[in-house]
T-cell receptor
Framework: GAGVSQSPSNKVTEKGKDVELRCDPI?????LYWYRQSLGQGLEFLIY????????KSGLPSDRFSAERTGGSVSTLTIQRTQQEDSAVYLC???????????????FGQGTRLTVV | AQSVTQPDIHITVSEGASLELRCNYS??????LFWYVQSPGQGLQLLLK??????LVQGIKGFEAEFKRSQSSFNLRKPSVHWSDAAEYFC??????????????FGKGTRLSVIA
């Protein structure tokens, strides 16, 4: 597709369950980001993939959070044993490798709204 | 690592009035700077970006921003605000590829309300 696609758009899960959130970046974009947006908290960086480099996981809030990116394209963010504080909008973005072109920018998906009940 | 601060959590302006949203960054060299807007229920949309060159950058929807190295700032401005500008605005900072693989870092956002 033309833009970043995220699925599902909404997810309601019970506390303690595992969830998987999917992101399809723009074709050809080598960089992929996951952010979490909680009410009044802005965008919290979670994890960053760039090409074949080791991902930057410095933003993951706990070991219940993990992400992978298969074949340099689709990414899945997994939250294990979900807690109520995990409720937020999870945003994915992709970009060309920052610095290789003056026109690069991060393009965002519409997000997945996760509600843990 | 780079960081960005948006000092104003919420700003209210009258329709037709001018607007300035503040953004301060922390980075040892010249970063890449961005302003994004998020309208209610919408995704993030890029308003404008600065990489190098002219420090006054023009964006969409009549917005502009000025990079001031001496003040480590990248404030967003609009001469006349429209009611449709009510949204959340995010400043973000990135670094060139040869400074390492680092993520795009966002401020906490400024919520803009527009009154008649």
């Amino acid at each position: 597709g033309a833009g970043v696609s995220q699925s599902p758009s909404n997810k309601v899960t019970e506390k303690g369950k595992d969830v998987e959130l999917r992101c399809d970046p723009i074709s050809g974009h080598t960089a992929l980001y996951w952010y979490r947006q909680s009410l009044g908290q802005g965008l919290e960086f979670l994890i960053y993939f760039q090409g074949n480099s080791a991902p930057d996981k410095s933003g993951l809030p706990s070991d219940r959070f993990s992400a992978e990116r298969t074949g340099g394209s689709v990414s899945t963010l997994t939250i294990q044993r979900t807690q109520q504080e995990d409720s937020a909008v999870y945003l994915c973005a992709s970009s060309l490798f920052m610095g290789q072109t003056r026109d690069t920018e991060a393009f965002f998906g519409q997000g997945t709204r996760l509600t843990v009940v | 690592a780079q960081s960005v601060t948006q000092p104003d959590i919420h700003i209210t302006v009258s329709e037709g009035a001018s607007l300035e949203l503040r953004c301060n960054y922390s980075y040892g060299a010249t970063p890449y700077l961005f302003w994004y807007v998020q309208s209610p229920g919408q995704g993030l949309q890029l308003l404008l970006k600065y990489f190098s060159g002219d420090t006054l950058v023009q964006g969409i929807k009549g917005f502009e921003a000025e990079f001031k190295r001496s003040q480590s700032s990248f404030n967003l401005r609009k001469p006349s605000v429209h009611w449709s500008d009510a949204a959340e605005y995010f400043c973000a900072v990135g670094v060139p590829w040869n400074s390492g693989n680092t993520p795009l870092v966002f401020g906490k956002g400024t919520r803009l309300s527009v009154i008649a």
